[in-house]
Structure formats: C-alpha cells, structure tokens
RNA sequence: GGCGGCGUAGCCAAGUGGUAAGGCAGCGCUCUGCAAAAGCGUUAUUCAUCGGUUCAAAUCCGGUCGCCGCCUCCA
C-alpha cells in the first residue's frame, strides 16, 4: 500500500519498522472546548487509516495524546474558577463519547500531558545537555539554527518569513535568542500550575509532550504519525526538531495530514465561528453515521465542504448500502450457494483494498462497493441463503474499515409493534386499505417503516 | 513576499497520456392495493479558460481567470 508522505511530498510504498506491525500516532484534542465536526475529520481520517491496516492484517499499536495542560485550559479554567483537573476531565469525557457516537476505534493509549511531565523534563534535560536548547529567565527554548533539518517537513526555507508575520511575530511574554525559536519549558507564572525541574519550576510547551509521550510508548523510531494539516507547521516540524535533536535518529517514517472541513469557501473553526459540534448536529436529528460517511467520503488531502445538503446526501447513499443489507438479511431461500457469488465477491474486495491502498482512494473503494451491491442488487431474487451468508460476510468485512453500518440499530422489535404490524396485515387480508395505511403512518412516526414485499412484511428503522 | 493546493454533469466526487467510475437528485418504465425497496432506461462529444507538445490530453508544458490554505494558537 502506498501513502502520501508529507516528508518527502511523494506516494511512498508503506513499509513497517517491524514486519506485521504499525507503530501509530496520532496528534489528540486539547480539552479546552468541545470539538467540531471540522476536528472530528481528521480523528474519522485517522480512524479509516487505521482501519485499512488492521483489514490489512497489521497489527496496529495507535496512541492518541490529550493536551490537558496549555495556555487555553489553564485560561477556561481560570474563566470557570474551576480546577485545571475539572475542566479538563469535563472535555475529556466528552471526547470519548463522541468517539463512539462516530465509531471510532479507540486508542490502545491516550496519555494525558499532566501525566507525563518527568519524562518531558527528562527530554528537555536531554537537548540542553546536547547543546539544542537554552535557557533564558527560567524558561527553556529549542534553538532551530542548530538543527540543520528544521523546515524539511513543511518546506519552510529559514528566512522566508513573512515580513510583516515576521516582524509581529510573537513578541510574547518570553524572551528568546531567535524570533523563531520556540519554547519547551515555560517558567513559573503566578497563579499557573507549575512543576519542578532541574532548571526551574514551570510548564511544558506545546510541542514537547507529543514527542515525550509518542517516544515513551512507540520508541524513538516509529512509523505513522497523523494529524491535520495545520499541524504541520509549527506542531510537527518541531516535534521531529526535539526528537531526532534528542534521539539523534529519524523519528517518524511516513507523516500524513488531513485537509481541512470548510464551511462556505472558509475553514472551519473556532475563530471565525462558522462551526458545528457532533452534539449540534445530533440536536437536529443528524445520523451520526451519516456524519461519519460524509467526512470519509472525501480524499483526505482535498478540501471538503460542509452543508446540510452533503450531509443529506451522505445519509441517501448510506441508507443504499443499508438497504442491501437489510434486503440479504431476509433472504432465506434453501439451496446451494451460486458459484458466481464468490467471484464477484473475490473481485469487489481486490477493487475496494486495491484503491484504498492507493493512498486511501476512498472514492473508488466506494465506487467498488457500489458497483458490487447493484450487481448483487440484480441477482437478488435469485440468490439462496447460503449466498446471503457470503455477501453478509463480505459486506462486514468492508465495513470493519467503512465503519458506517452501526450494529446497535438491529434491535428486536417491542410487542406493541409486532401486534401493530399483525393488525395491519389482517387489515390488508380484508382489502381495508384505509385501515392498513393508517397503522403505517402511525409506524412511520414512531420510526417504523414497514414494507410489503413478496415475502411478507419487513419493516426497518428510520 | 515565500511555500502549497483546488476549479470534472443540477449537487457531491473518482480518473494523471488512449478516448469521462460511483453516489445523490430528476425524468420514463417494471414490480406493487398504494407505498417502500429493487431493477431497467435516461441525464457531460466534455473536464475554469487560452495556447503548445503528441497519432492521441481532463490527464504533460506555458499563460490567464477564479477560489482556498500555511508561513502566528489551530484537526
């Protein structure tokens, strides 16, 4: 499988450390606020990725980092007049629960910034003795004229600057040799939480925590690190300055970003307000799994353009792949499986891993699946149990990397409905139309849909 | 100022040299008590635009127009 590598700005063939294993990491939230659907893009991309090489049969180590100490949380909380811990456990909670609403796979570690801060000390203790970093008015700073690789993954030249970017730039609270220097440990500050160190008492920076953490639980050289575009610079290229400075090896092999979500032509964010949170969407009766198939449906280094009408057209493709299901669910016709069945499957499933392969071509793994439900569409009529079982299989197989088919929606109906359904068949039998539509109507609104078929009545959930 | 990306049917979106995937929406038909689902047919002589290279270009080269991102916290 091939994958855009930011690094090197080309396709690359994906080749792991370690046979049959993917070191994984991936940039986490800062819990500040709640995150919006634009956030939530890149963690779907990611989960989809990752997804891929599990399907792929990698075994897949994934650590996911929680911002829970910077600037931003130390100020809501200051805001709430609530402890930093409150605040950010609020936000954390509410992360994983989104997680799941959108199904997607947990982490096998999320470290917490406040929870790593000797080994962070122990990094920053490392490049001052190497000569990388300095420190000035008891705060410490990486000094990127002495890492000659500085810029490569964002193909920044030194001296490029924007002019007037350059003479505003940061003239911030800290003093630093270079303008572009950035900061590892930032001093004490009355009123912020403040931890020991050899050089003096304070807090982290930003930066320093993702290659603290990721070294500590994927080692210096790992192969995947993922994130969002906006992280290229300065996040990740100054990751790779303090860990490769410190480990004195390539950190991290392949780098992949995800574009951004935009809303009317403009990134979507906080600043400019042109935002939703999952809970926003939720509130206006959206199918999260809707949401999720609209933000994959997308090549991931393109733009995507969020409106309610995408959205609505997520939720009619989906519901095709949904039919299709539903409809080899009630197939229960005796009889020996067509040989045909297995070669289409066999052809479906090398088109679908072939295009993702592709630097997760997720259009034509798609376009794969499609063409293979109006396939099995045509033959339906025709098809046994027994290939009912094998398309069942292979859908779910595909949907172990789609992850858009949620299993918790197959819920036995209650006994009022099945009465309600038996009432109207009865209705039917007896040409009472007017009866038979009304206690579909009646069904409908209570998310019931129901349908005649030669085989009986089905129903399914809205 | 530097770096980078995008512009394909009504909408979304693949396709990077060989003659336009797929999804949604629409229209007609089949099936059906009516619906729903599904099927069949139909929907871009054309890929922002101008010029060039080539037997052949949406795909390569150059120009133009329009839009966006990064260079500062940001998925």
Known sequence: MKFYNTLTRRLEEFRPIEKGKVGLYTCGPTVYDYPHIGNYRSYVFEDLVKRFLLFAGLRVHHVMNITDI????????????VPLAEVT????????????????????????????????????????????AYEKDGSVYFSIERFPGYGRLANIERGNLKPAAAATHD?????????????????????????????????????????????????????????????????????????????????????LHCQHLIVDNKKMSK??????????????????????????????????NFTFDSLEMAGQALARIKNFDFSLKSIHNPGEADPETA???????????????DDLNISGALGALFDFITKTNQRMTNLKQKDAVQVLAFLHRLNSVLGVLDAAEEKPLDAVIEEKIGEREAARKAKNFKKADAIRAELKARGIVLMDTPDGVKWKKE
Not at 70 to 81: Q, S, V, W
Not at 182 to 199: D, N, R
């Open 343 to 357: 070669g289409l499957i066999a052809a479906a499933e090398k088109a679908f891993a072939g295009h993702l392969a």
């Open 271 to 304: 600043s400019l307000g042109n935002f939703h949170t999952l809970a926003d969407l939720l509130q206006r009766g959206c199918d999260p799994m809707a949401v999720r198939y609209l933000l994959i449906s997308a090549h991931y280094r393109k733009l995507l």
């Open 171 to 255: 003239a911030d609270e800290y003093e630093k040799e270079a303008v572009q220097d950035f900061v590892l440990w930032k001093g004490k500050k009355p009123g912020e939480p403040y931890w020991p160190a050899a050089f003096g008492e304070g807090r982290p920076g930003w930066h320093i925590e993702c290659s603290a953490m990721s070294m500590k639980y994927l080692g210096p050289h790992f192969d995947i690190h993922m994130g969002g575009v906006d992280n290229i610079f300065p996040h990740h290229e100054n990751e790779i300055a303090q860990s490769e400075c410190a480990n004195g090896m390539t950190f991290v092999n392949y780098w």
């Open 70 to 81: 910077d600037d931003k949380t130390i100020r809501k909380a200051g805001e709430l007049g």
């Open 89 to 132: 456990q609020k936000y954390i909670d509410a992360f994983h629960a989104d997680l799941r609403t959108l199904n997607i796979l947990p982490a096998d570690v999320y470290p917490r910034a406040t929870a790593h801060i000797p080994e962070m000390v122990s990094l920053i203790s490392s490049l001052l003795d190497k000569g990388f």
